[in-house]
């Protein structure tokens, strides 16, 4: 079975620095996708940002951008010159590219509480 | 172009009821999926529907069950209410079955 770690239940961070956030996963499948959703107090989950296994470049959307290391199964979370908006739970995913009990299955990890001060 | 809408917002029932919550997704998507958070248990897949065809589902008890209808939208189902299924519900809709996953607001359930 798959699991997702996330081993920091909290992060702060002063706005405008920057913050990485860690992911760790174990998975059997070549072929899987790995998330990262953010959710805010009002708690819809917004994907931030995604990274296909196959694809060796680390995915990038404007502030934020990750670190995939395949080999150390290890997905971190870069966000950039931090905002007060950015302030949120934040919650690394994992999904099978496959069938079977993959289908539409998402596993998430614990979530990290992210604190922006200003 | 809407995003993904659950109703209600908000539920209070007793134990032993039932209740029934509804996903409407994205325009065009056919893919949905639902999850239990809860504080100690995190997000919980639940399950997933193609095409009106349950595709996948979680480790939850026959207590828990779901439809979708031709035009996408979904209905998850629990019966006989239990405390412990206080939570929020989330449902996700997906263009296809593996591809990104929108959210809802969700629907906070709380069974006294």
């Known amino acids: 079975a798959q699991t997702v770690t996330q081993s920091q239940p909290e992060m702060s961070v002063q706005e405008a620095e920057t913050v990485t956030l860690s992911c760790t996963y174990d998975?059997?499948?070549?072929?899987?996708?790995l998330f990262w959703y953010k959710q805010p107090p009002s708690r819809q989950m917004i994907l931030v940002i995604r990274?296909?296994?196959?694809?060796?470049q680390n995915a990038t959307e404007n502030r934020f951008s990750v670190n995939f290391q395949k080999a150390a199964k290890s997905f971190s979370l870069k966000i950039s010159d931090s905002q007060l908006g950015d302030a949120a739970m934040y919650f690394c995913?994992?999904?099978?590219?496959?069938?079977?009990?993959?289908?539409?299955?998402?596993?998430f990890g614990q979530g990290t509480i992210l604190t922006v001060h200003p | 172009k809407a995003g993904v809408t659950q109703t209600p917002r908000y539920l209070i029932k007793t134990r032993g009821q039932q209740v029934t919550l509804s996903c409407s997704p994205i325009?065009?998507?056919?893919?949905v999926s639902w999850y239990q958070q809860t504080p100690g248990q995190g997000l919980q897949f639940l399950f997933e529907?193609?095409?009106?065809?349950?595709?996948n589902k979680g480790n939850f008890p026959g207590r828990f069950s779901g439809r979708q209808f031709s035009n996408s939208r979904s209905e998850m189902n629990v019966s006989t209410l239990e405390l412990g299924d206080s939570a929020l519900y989330l449902c996700?809709?997906?263009?296809?079955?593996?591809?990104?996953?929108?959210f809802g607001q969700g629907t906070r359930l709380t069974v006294v």
């Open positions: 996700a809709s997906s263009l296809k079955t593996n591809t990104e996953a929108f």
């Open positions: 998975t059997s499948e070549s072929d899987y996708y």
């Open positions: 990274q296909e296994a196959y694809k060796q």
């Open positions: 995913a994992y999904r099978a590219n496959a069938g079977g009990t993959s289908y539409g299955k998402l596993t």
């Open positions: 325009s065009g998507h056919r893919s």
């Open positions: 529907y193609f095409s009106e065809t349950q595709r």
